[in-house]
């Protein structure tokens, strides 16, 4: 790991009851050259168009394609991942979501915080993420 992460574990073993698999982690020490991304929602970098999907799962691997595209290229990789913090729309969403989040960050353990709001910045958006990873020395 290009971090070192403090109680690493997996959201199948915290959250029983909901069908997730995610691995995070309680906290994250890192050194480096830092990246703060902007939150990334469901649409497309070059164009700032929507992908036309109201789907969940979606629009979610729309964004963490985005967060993975950003990243490297400001020269780092999907392992510097430091932190998440997920928006939501509707609670609903929650597993969904997270479940497809889970196959962009497996192995890597950053720490995460999901929130439900009233809304996003366009209508069309269920899920919002923002990101910050961070290039060791």
Request: aromatic share 6%; glycine share 6%.
């Amino acid at each position: 790991m290009a971090h070192t992460r403090i109680r690493p574990f997996n959201t199948r073993d915290t959250y029983p009851e909901q069908k997730l698999d995610n691995d995070l982690a309680q906290a994250v020490i890192a050194r480096g050259t830092m990246i703060f991304l902007r939150g990334q929602c469901p649409q497309d970098l070059d164009t700032a168009q929507n992908i036309g999907s109201h789907d969940p799962v979606e629009q979610t691997h729309k964004v963490m394609q985005n967060i993975k595209q950003l990243i490297e290229e400001c020269g780092g990789r999907m392992e510097h991942l430091t932190k998440l913090v997920v928006y939501l729309t509707d609670v609903r969403h929650r597993e969904p979501v997270y479940r497809t989040m889970g196959e962009y960050i497996r192995g890597v353990h950053p720490v995460c915080t999901g929130l439900t709001v009233v809304a996003l910045a366009r209508p069309d958006w269920l899920v919002e993420i923002d990101a910050t990873a961070v290039i060791p020395d």
